[in-house]
């Protein structure tokens, strides 16, 4: 199917292009950008005038909740709340029920993703063997399988000797490191960071420190080993350092931040809202500087949704039981945009950390409008407001801190390789 795209203001931070051109998409890819291939025929025609036309967006983490937390969401809903959102590609960790650890998983999920004909999704393979720490996985054969790298998500390896296989094994064959930089001790049975608000509410903290010494580690074994390391979810200013400090010196990492880290600070739990118990958890208004700071100097390279819905029942429970995460994955568009206009960053600059940096850090050929490229794309217009409302999220989880605020940037369409998976008709 032929799609032409014209009137649209194209913005494509991968090949530079920030211009007012038409774009013709012919058998899935892109098959030009500004004048017309020859014996072009549109099938469709989609005028996007007063619009951005981008490469769709690439998202570092989005829980999928399948298999196995099917009451969570499903692989339908939130694959439909991605494309909602604009986003054509995600990662998925492997904190499933059963564990992504063999490669019979990663292929049955991803052959179910693929006949939903939503958006790409690229697991992570489990690192050790139901992320217990302790036996690494196969992951030549999860590589075959189809995964972009490895992680254990939220549970952290504590043998480090077990880590520096692991970072050898990963070496020898230059796969990326997916890591989250959390001290399992410190933060033991923590809900919120360690300072006043958390003292004042009576909840156990979880200190600055947890992060900065776990990453200090990770750092120090990736650079003896010469492992490309991709660090998860940075939440502290210490943390932001180390990574700056590591990249000055030439070492191969990177880094994400989420939206919610970028937004919001621990003065948002107010009165116990538990749509803000995430983790890693909100921190103060010094870290959340340093994470802005982070990501406009280019230490931070992406920002990612960390989208993780939750059963409602989950969240209707006293603080410090309720299951941490927010639902994020059709706010990553709108608080991106928020968050680069209130730092005086460039549109082209904003899209770039939610396209193809996020591409690039998983090695994967998206987030780019190039010629013969997929056609991922996302239109959208980057003045509308619309009211984040539970009964609108397409996710099945509706826990998002950001519920009933008024936020800019609205999807039109989202293409995946030239098939429209997201329209106007589409209830917003």
Same mark, same amino acid.
């Given at each position: 199917?032929?799609?032409?795209?014209?009137?649209?203001?194209?913005? %494509?931070?991968?090949?530079?292009?920030?211009?007012?051109?038409?774009?013709?998409?012919?058998?899935?890819?892109?098959?030009?950008?500004?004048?017309?291939?020859?014996?072009?025929?549109?099938?469709?025609?989609? %005028?996007?005038?007063?619009?951005?036309?981008?490469?769709?967006?690439?998202?570092?983490?989005?829980?999928?909740?399948?298999?196995?937390?099917?009451?969570?969401?499903?692989?339908?809903?939130?694959?439909?709340?991605?494309?909602?959102?604009?986003?054509?590609?995600?990662?998925?960790?492997?904190?499933?029920?059963?564990?992504?650890?063999?490669?019979?998983?990663?292929?049955?999920?991803?052959?179910?993703?693929?006949?939903?004909?939503?958006?790409?999704?690229?697991?992570?393979?489990?690192?050790?063997?139901?992320?217990?720490?302790?036996?690494?996985?196969?992951?030549?054969?999860?590589?075959?399988?189809?995964?972009?790298?490895?992680?254990?998500?939220?549970?952290?390896?504590?043998?480090?000797?077990?880590?520096?296989?692991?970072?050898?094994?990963?070496?020898?064959?230059?796969?990326?490191?997916?890591?989250?930089?959390? %001290?399992?001790?410190?933060?033991?049975?923590?809900?919120?960071?360690?300072?006043?608000?958390?003292?004042?509410?009576?909840?156990?903290?979880?200190?600055?420190?947890?992060?900065?010494?776990?990453?200090?580690?990770?750092?120090?074994?990736?650079?003896?080993?010469?492992?490309?390391?991709?660090?998860?979810?940075?939440?502290?200013?210490?943390?932001?350092?180390?990574?700056?400090?590591?990249?000055?010196?030439?070492?191969?990492?990177?880094?994400?931040?989420?939206?919610?880290?970028?937004?919001?600070?621990?003065?948002?739990?107010? =009165? =116990?809202?538990?749509?803000?118990?995430?983790?890693?958890?909100?921190?103060?208004?010094?870290?959340?500087?340093?994470?802005?700071?982070?990501?406009?100097?280019?230490?931070?390279?992406?920002?990612?949704? %960390?989208?993780?819905?939750?059963?409602?029942?989950?969240?209707?429970?006293?603080?410090?039981?309720?299951?941490?995460?927010?639902?994020?994955?059709?706010?990553?568009?709108?608080?991106?945009?928020?968050?680069?206009?209130?730092?005086?960053?460039?549109?082209?600059?904003?899209?770039?950390?939610?396209?193809?940096?996020?591409?690039?850090?998983?090695?994967?050929?998206?987030?780019?409008?190039?010629?013969?490229?997929?056609?991922?794309?996302?239109?959208?217009?980057?003045?509308?407001?619309?009211?984040?409302?539970?009964?609108?999220?397409?996710?099945?989880?509706?826990?998002?801190?950001?519920?009933?605020?008024?936020?800019?940037?609205?999807?039109?369409?989202?293409?995946?390789?030239?098939?429209?998976?997201?329209?106007?008709?589409?209830?917003?």
């Amino acid at each position: 199917m032929n799609i032409l795209i014209q009137h649209g203001h194209v913005i %494509d931070p991968a090949n530079n292009v920030d211009a007012n051109l038409d774009v013709y998409v012919a058998n899935g890819k892109i098959a030009a950008l500004g004048n017309a291939p020859i014996g072009f025929k549109a099938d469709q025609t989609i %005028d996007a005038t007063g619009l951005i036309v981008a490469p769709g967006l690439v998202d570092l983490s989005v829980r999928l909740r399948e298999p196995g937390f099917e009451y969570k969401a499903t692989l339908n809903s939130e694959l439909q709340a991605a494309t909602a959102g604009g986003v054509t590609s995600l990662a998925c960790p492997p904190d499933t029920e059963p564990t992504l650890d063999e490669p019979g998983l990663v292929e049955m999920l991803r052959y179910r993703a693929k006949k939903l004909n939503l958006a790409h999704v690229y697991p992570l393979g489990a690192l050790t063997r139901q992320l217990q720490g302790k036996n690494l996985t196969e992951m030549c054969e999860l590589t075959e399988a189809g995964c972009v790298g490895f992680t254990q998500a939220d549970f952290p390896i504590v043998d480090t000797q077990i880590l520096w296989r692991a970072f050898e094994y990963a070496a020898t064959f230059g796969y990326t490191m997916f890591l989250r930089a959390e %001290d399992p001790y410190l933060a033991k049975d923590g809900v919120a960071h360690d300072g006043e608000v958390a003292s004042r509410l009576g909840l156990k903290g979880i200190p600055a420190a947890a992060e900065s010494l776990a990453l200090a580690t990770l750092l120090r074994i990736a650079r003896e080993t010469g492992t490309r390391l991709h660090i998860q979810r940075l939440s502290t200013a210490e943390g932001v350092a180390l990574v700056r400090q590591a990249k000055q010196q030439g070492q191969a990492v990177t880094a994400d931040v989420s939206t919610q880290h970028l937004h919001l600070t621990e003065l948002d739990i107010g =009165f =116990f809202n538990t749509l803000t118990h995430i983790r890693p958890p909100l921190r103060t208004q010094r870290d959340q500087f340093a994470l802005c700071e982070g990501v406009k100097d280019g230490t931070i390279d992406a920002i990612c949704s %960390d989208h993780s819905p939750v059963d409602d029942d989950a969240k209707l429970l006293p603080f410090a039981e309720a299951e941490a995460g927010a639902s994020a994955v059709e706010l990553l568009l709108p608080l991106a945009l928020k968050w680069a206009s209130q730092h005086n960053l460039s549109l082209t600059d904003a899209i770039a950390r939610i396209t193809s940096a996020p591409a690039n850090i998983m090695g994967i050929p998206a987030g780019t409008l190039g010629i013969n490229h997929c056609a991922d794309i996302v239109i959208f217009n980057a003045e509308t407001y619309w009211k984040v409302e539970a009964k609108q999220l397409k996710s099945q989880g509706k826990n998002t801190p950001f519920l009933n605020l008024e936020l800019a940037g609205r999807v039109h369409y989202t293409l995946v390789e030239g098939l429209i998976t997201y329209e106007p008709s589409s209830p917003n």
